[in-house]
């Protein structure tokens, strides 16, 4: 084969749209070259078991050049895309400038604060390794700040009552699965390790500003996932739109709720990678794509995943999901196989397999069409169904090894406070007035 | 039991000696406060997978509460401790005094620069989960940034020789297990992943300033550690003393060695926390203690572990390792035990089982006093007795199978790059003659 004569392809990201259209493509006769900032693929989908202490990084994450070692028409780089030049067919990576005949753009979305980005600081989000760890920081830290307060002389009960306070800001999949999540290591990990505090009188809130939990869920499944949290022991509250984000509290309207540690769960930005295509947008960001996944004006360049807004058939935008990904990957490589041969584009068709969302130890909802699992059964569908698509993943077995025994021995083995002891808010959330904590309405 | 009558033992450091212990004396009607500036344990004859990807952090160390759950009479406070009141019997933490009836201090060493602290930057040690992430990091981002400047224009075969050399200080079991392993990686691990760069022409140099490897060990055993080294692909330089570390270059005496990661395995100083103690140090910093491992005229404070230091029988120094950290541990706690109960104190003897240095895969040698054993047999050992001494560690067993599927397929999971992309010195490297590297008398 002449490497001269081969159409130069370029994927712009290693999410699971990424990585699916450089694999679907590296049977073809192209050159692949595949660019991401980090050097590791992650499972997103159990990001928030490693900010939950359950698994450790590499246990969800894998070497992009290892995945793609056996394809050997696919080049990884690791590299920050920072612009386009779609006229001379150039991406600008901070590594230098990269040619290509097909473009894919998979560049996936990050958390957002609906323009409060200075709430950042103290109400971290889960969309990265870094934030995982982030957020296993502080919340194991707040643990053992507060054991130490608590057995120091300065013991003040309704202090420590508020460090004990997590609140966790959305009531989509990732506020639902982290609160619940929150809850049982409190009540159930942590209970019998400190002498002093007592975890399980820890309080964990969830605050979704919309009317239910679970929006894109139906009714009856956002009511099985609130049954499912309360259970567990998280306070529910729905249409409590937070208005202020500060160290050591959250704000909703008028309330004002003390916290230890605060997550945001609540908001998502596409890449600002979607704007220097120049093509239109969203309001959040995502390139309208046509229905090949290509832009308007260039057929060469295709946007997939998180960063392209497109309707399913029945008018519906497609979820930000790793299904919807893959099959978008996939299907954009296709069509740039199909092009090479001289065949025609195919429009997309999303393949809906159904819809899973954790909550906790055995407890999930799963929505697949007009079948509505809750409880046990969900739980174990989204179990099985994930560690199965650890796919490329070395470790799907030592995953599947660490889950079955963390659940039959309460056990979170990956609790490691890595990097600085303090915690932002935390100076704040001791002298903070403990009214609230004992009267506010959001109190049960 | 009166609570107010028990006497309050003092841990600091929960090591393998502190550790050790604190369950030794967990049965005596003493109450117990571990102290360590971390919440886990790390298990340190395994912190070099770690640095080099072969593990993640969450699989070699453990929750110090979890740990001692069991043990009521025990608390944990995650706090350092910055000084002593030996007059008061006092510990003082940053997070306030601690009062003492007995006080075992098993604070360790940390990694020492003699007298050059300045080059830590440029040449990371490996003691603490922390460092093992630093160095991994800098590992995996050298091959990167290696590929992407071999694949960009400005492609030049000599600049990537250098920027493919790595470099470890020190021939002790830290420094042999570093530089086996790195070889491995680039040969076996990496060799087939990279479109561009070929690591297999990685340059791994070990330099020892002493005339061999292994000091501490029988002649035969440095001779075959050397050997099994340079099977793996290490260049061994012994009576190679380092006498600069700058950015991207190591110098020995008039010898300049460009590298592109540097790693420090050739110092180790005890903690500062021995000085505080106002006893009476040797040369390391390491408090020269009583033959019951008290300290003279404190006969209710003990020093353990890799901060003491005790002759054997023989007049030899014990060496800073985990069995007698933990034989020590074992010995103070009973020496408390015993007073308690109106009986004497003993003096310490250790028991030397035997001592494994580990170089790589199937590599190693061990010294079983008069039985001494390389290769694959004494890597077997190294392998089970230090599997078999992850008690207290849930993870023993995906340890194991980690380890096997690694062994296996030559794969090393934990691949991460977290943190910034910047390695230090790399521009230094980049800009470096390589004149050195091609005709230097280190160059075999």
Redesign the interface.
């Known amino acids: 084969m002449d490497q001269k004569a081969k159409s130069r392809v370029v994927i712009v990201g290693a999410g699971f749209g990424g990585l699916l259209a450089a694999r679907t493509l590296a049977g073809s006769p192209v050159q692949i070259t595949l660019v991401d900032?980090?050097?590791?693929h992650t499972f997103q989908p159990l990001l928030y078991q490693v900010a939950t202490?359950g698994?450790?990084?590499?246990?969800i994450?894998?070497?992009i050049?290892?995945i793609?070692?056996k394809y050997?028409n696919v080049?990884?780089?690791?590299?920050?895309v920072q612009d386009f030049d779609l006229s001379r067919r150039v991406v600008k990576a901070d590594?230098?400038e990269i040619g290509y005949d097909y473009l894919i753009v998979a560049a996936g979305a990050s958390h957002a604060y609906f323009g409060h980005d200075e709430w950042e600081p103290f109400a971290p989000g889960l969309k990265t390794?870094?934030d995982a760890?982030e957020i296993r920081r502080r919340v194991?830290l707040a643990f053992?700040l507060a054991?130490?307060?608590a057995?120091?002389?300065k013991h003040d009960k309704k202090i420590e009552q508020v460090q004990l306070n997590f609140v966790v800001v959305g009531g989509g999949p990732t506020g639902v699965e982290l609160a619940g999540t929150l809850a049982e290591i409190s009540r159930q990990v942590?209970a019998?390790?400190?002498?002093?505090i007592d975890p399980t009188r820890t309080r964990v809130v969830l605050l979704e500003g919309g009317p239910r939990l679970l929006p894109a869920y139906p009714e009856d499944l956002s009511r099985s996932a609130e049954e499912q949290l309360r259970f567990l022991g998280v306070e529910v509250h729905t249409s409590a739109l937070v208005t202020q984000v500060a160290p050591g509290a959250v704000q909703i309207g008028e309330t004002r709720l003390p916290a230890a540690v605060t997550l945001w769960a609540a908001g998502v930005a596409a890449s600002p990678l979607g704007k220097k295509l120049g093509a239109p947008l969203d309001r959040a960001g995502r390139v309208l794509v046509n229905p090949d996944l290509s832009i308007p004006g260039h057929p060469e360049v295709f946007v997939i995943g998180d960063l392209a807004a497109l309707k399913d058939e029945n008018g519906k935008w497609l979820p930000g999901v790793a299904p919807v990904a893959m099959q978008e990957g996939k299907a954009a490589a296709r069509n740039i196989a199909s092009e090479l041969q001289g065949e025609p584009r195919k429009n997309f068709h999303y393949w809906n397999k159904g819809n899973l969302a954790t909550i906790g130890r055995a407890a999930a909802v799963a929505d697949f069409g007009k079948i509505h699992i809750s409880g046990f059964l969900a739980w174990l569908s989204w179990l099985f169904i994930h560690i199965f698509f650890l796919i490329g993943?070395?470790?799907r077995?030592?995953v599947l090894?660490?889950w079955a025994?963390s659940y039959l021995?309460y056990?979170r083995?990956?609790?490691?406070?890595?990097?600085d002891?303090h915690l932002p808010g935390w100076e704040q959330v001791q002298a903070e007035e403990t009214e609230f904590a004992t009267s506010g309405f959001l109190k049960k």
Chains 1, 2 share one sequence.
Do not use: C, D, Y
């Open positions: 900032r980090q050097n590791f202490a698994l450790s990084p590499g246990e994450a894998a070497p050049r290892w793609m070692r050997h080049e990884v780089l690791m590299s920050e590594s230098g390794i870094e760890l194991l053992e054991e130490r307060q057995a120091s002389s942590l019998n390790e400190f002498r002093t993943f070395r470790n077995l030592t090894i660490q025994w021995t056990e083995g990956a609790r490691l406070i890595t990097g002891k």
